[in-house]
């Protein structure tokens, strides 16, 4: 038996504008805000109303194609210093995600060839539109080879929000649940609350439930006990930056569980696009980590819950060595025991 999914969709291209799924919102409100301007764009990154490495690029790629509408240049050669400066901008949002330099690069190189402003910009439309379409089809195939190495009755844990929202659709860690929904195949999720901007709490729950797929929220520091407790017989995640030999960056606290998992001998899958590795670069060590406002930690929501002036160190992101990753599932396959080698086999 299949089912029809309706997932929600985080972006979408409307033209004169771009209609974009609010996540600061969510759950409590669904409201889908309007784009206007590259400022707009740059500021929805920066405050996590679109969030996700493959989102990001999406979004910052169509706010190429909105920008180029107001340009006033006479020539292709000034049309592409403006183009080059707007993605320089852009790119300046968020240092982490890999997905975003990948996305406005793949723009701006899709003009490398045109003879006239007017084909530049039809060129730069479609390839912002092209590279959410691929997204879509990638996001299946992952999810699909996600899906085969779980059983059915399994009990997955996963963290942070690598879903239909952080994509184009399905997502890359909670594409497998997704698929599983629609195959009739059942499995149950434990959602990490995801500390402090609660993505697993607010984002990954509610998406999961939505999509009808069994899902049972816990907090961060819960997780050792839930694994042994609860019988968990995989951990999977998304990744925002994965360095040449599977060093592997994502949110705060995934590097924990990947230690977990490797105290309980169960497997640490990391779900990704080709897109999401950077093979600049030889390890995570030189992944750069992005720091946020103290006030994530000192404050939920308005209201403060620690001293004032504490010191505080919030890492948006860690780094998990390659050893302690059972696999990188990627669109092109599963790569098991990543390294340099296995990944370029795959990829290459």
């Known amino acids: 038996m299949t089912h029809t999914l309706t997932l929600p969709r985080s972006v979408e291209w409307k033209e004169t504008f771009i209609s974009l799924l609010d996540q600061q919102l969510l759950p409590n409100t669904v409201e889908y805000i309007k784009l206007h301007t590259l400022q707009d764009v740059w500021d929805a990154i920066v405050t996590l109303k679109v969030r996700g490495a493959p989102a990001i690029g999406i979004t910052a790629a169509f706010g190429l194609a909105l920008s180029l509408q ?21 790119a300046s949002s968020r240092p982490t995600a890999v997905n975003l330099f990948w996305a406005l690069e793949r723009v701006v190189n899709s003009i490398n060839n045109a003879i006239s402003i007017n084909e530049a910009k039809t060129l730069v439309i479609h390839e912002a539109i092209q590279i959410q379409a691929e997204d879509e089809a990638t996001c299946y195939r992952i999810g699909d080879y996600a899906l085969s190495l779980f059983n059915k009755h399994d009990r997955v844990m996963t963290i942070c929000n690598a879903g239909s929202i952080a994509t184009a659709y399905y997502g890359t ?84 569980l990947a230690l977990l998992a490797k105290a309980f001998n169960i497997p640490f899958y990391v779900a990704a696009p080709k897109s999401t590795f950077d093979l600049s670069i030889a390890s995570g060590a030189e992944i750069p980590i992005e720091e946020r406002s103290a006030k994530e930690i000192t404050h939920i929501g308005d209201v403060q819950v620690a001293p004032d002036n504490i010191s505080v160190y919030n890492p948006a992101f860690d780094v998990t060595p390659s050893e302690f990753i059972t696999a990188i599932i990627t669109e092109h396959g599963i790569i098991h025991s990543p390294s340099v080698d296995t990944i370029k086999l795959v990829l290459n």
Not at 76 to 89: G, Y
Not at 235 to 252: F, H, L, S, Y
């Open 70 to 90: 107001n340009y006033d240049v006479q020539t292709i050669e000034e049309f592409k210093k403006k183009l080059q400066a707007d993605k320089e901008f852009l």
């Open 173 to 256: 860690a909670l594409a497998p649940f997704h698929i599983s929904k629609e195959r009739d195949i059942p499995l149950k999720v434990f959602a990490c609350e995801t500390r402090p901007v609660l993505q697993g709490a607010r984002l990954t729950a509610w998406e999961l439930q939505k999509s009808g797929v069994d899902v049972t929220l816990i907090t961060d520091s819960m997780a050792a006990h839930t694994i042994k407790t609860k019988g968990i017989n995989a951990i999977i995640v998304g990744a925002d930056r994965i360095a040449a030999n599977g060093d592997t960056a994502n949110k705060i606290g995934t590097y924990g």
